[in-house]
T-cell receptor, first 112, second 115 residues
Framework: KQEVTQIPAALSVPEGENLVLNCSFT??????LQWFRQDPGKGLTSLLLIQSSQREQTSGRLNASLDKSSGRSTLYIAASQPGDSATYLC???????????FGTGTRLKVLA | DAGVIQSPRHEVTEMGQEVTLRCKPI?????LFWYRQTMMRGLELLIY????????DSGMPEDRFSAKMPNASFSTLKIQPSEPRDSAVYFC?????????????FGPGTRLTVT
């Protein structure tokens, strides 16, 4: 059974720092991996999607990498800002289905 | 596009009552997903549809839960009878995987409280 874990569960950093969020999954037979952002009381917003054949994706200050063989993905946020404060979730899509398994999330707080 | 629309945004009901949550997916999307989010269990997939047909309902917790998609623009998640442990935020998401840049577009959620 696929399990997705995110470390750390919570993170507090001063504005301007570069930071890395981690996501690990137990079964490497995935179709893709997606990173989401969730603001308090809101739905999820897609940030980056990496196909299983890709190694990384970039969008602005965000860079996500995927190492399928080791079951790991990282989300790198450059020059963090208070507006980046939110919960970040990763999700893997299992191969052969459209079923998504979500991680436990990392709650990020960027201090001004 | 208006995005995924869910109603109501908040629902408070008493144990034993029937609850119906509603979702309107993004026009043209052919996949629809229902999720439940709690502090204890995180975000769990309950059921998903493709072209209005349920594909995987293995996440539906009990027979008290049922979901329907009578047409491409509307889906319901019903809980009957409701119990306090059903209190959670319920999200609907839609996608059109072969066309969309991202595979999951989420609605704002319905916060359900069962007393």
């Amino acid at each position: 059974k696929q399990e997705v874990t995110q470390i750390p569960a919570a993170l507090s950093v001063p504005e301007g720092e570069n930071l890395v969020l981690n996501c690990s999954f137990t079964d490497s037979a995935i179709y893709n991996l997606q990173w989401f952002r969730q603001d308090p009381g809101k739905g999820l917003t897609s940030l980056l999607l990496i196909q299983s054949s890709q190694r990384e994706q970039t969008s602005g200050r965000l860079n996500a990498s995927l190492d399928k063989s080791s079951g790991r993905s990282t989300l790198y946020i450059a020059a963090s800002q208070p507006g980046d404060s939110a919960t970040y979730l990763c999700a893997v899509r299992e191969k052969g289905t459209y079923k998504y398994i979500f991680g436990t999330g990392t709650r990020l707080k960027v201090l001004a | 596009d208006a995005g995924v629309i869910q109603s109501p945004r908040h629902e408070v009901t008493e144990m034993g009552q029937e609850v119906t949550l509603r979702c309107k997916p993004i026009s043209g999307h052919d996949y629809l997903f229902w999720y439940r989010q709690t502090m204890m269990r995180g975000l769990e997939l309950l059921i998903y549809f493709n072209n209005n047909v349920p594909i995987d309902d293995s996440g539906m917790p009990e027979d008290r839960f049922s979901a329907k998609m009578p047409n491409a623009s509307f889906s319901t998640l019903k809980i009957q009878p409701s119990e306090p442990r059903d209190s959670a935020v319920y999200f609907c998401a839609s996608s059109r995987p072969l066309v969309s840049r991202y595979e999951q577009y989420f609605g704002p959620g319905t916060r359900l409280t069962v007393t």
